[in-house]
Nanobody, 124 residues
């Protein structure tokens, strides 16, 4: 399995931007589809975004479409989540995850490797 470490979380105000990073090690990063999920306090973990292994295709949850952008740099073994126009509803622990498949899956159970998460708090 690939090991994943997220970074970039923090406390921001509504309307601010934040970029999360997730760096992978242990396997060939470019073999993996990468996803971001989030878990708000007291709620289940939800899909946020996913990107193909080459970075040419993406999918987003409706709640973040138009505000968040997922990207990757396979030379740096890193996937990013650029988050703009943040609202308090975006407050959550954000997790990156890896899938060793070919399709842009969005279900939590399809991802075999997970990071430890990074907390994003958006104040009003």
């Amino acid at each position: 399995q690939v090991q994943l470490v997220e970074s970039g979380g923090g406390l921001v105000q509504a309307g601010d931007s934040l970029r999360l990073s997730c760096t992978a090690s242990g396997r060939t990063f470019s073999d993996y589809i990468m996803g971001w999920f989030r878990q708000a306090p007291g709620k289940e973990r939800d899909f946020v975004a996913v990107i193909s292994s080459a970075g040419s295709s993406t999918r987003y949850a409706d709640a973040v479409k138009g505000r968040f952008t997922i990207s990757r740099d396979n030379r740096k073994n890193t996937v990013y989540l650029q988050m703009n126009s943040l609202t308090p509803e975006d407050t959550a622990v954000y997790y990156c995850a890896a899938n060793a498949g070919y399709f842009l899956v969005v279900e939590e159970g399809d991802f075999g490797s997970w990071g430890q998460g990074t907390l994003v708090t958006v104040s009003s």
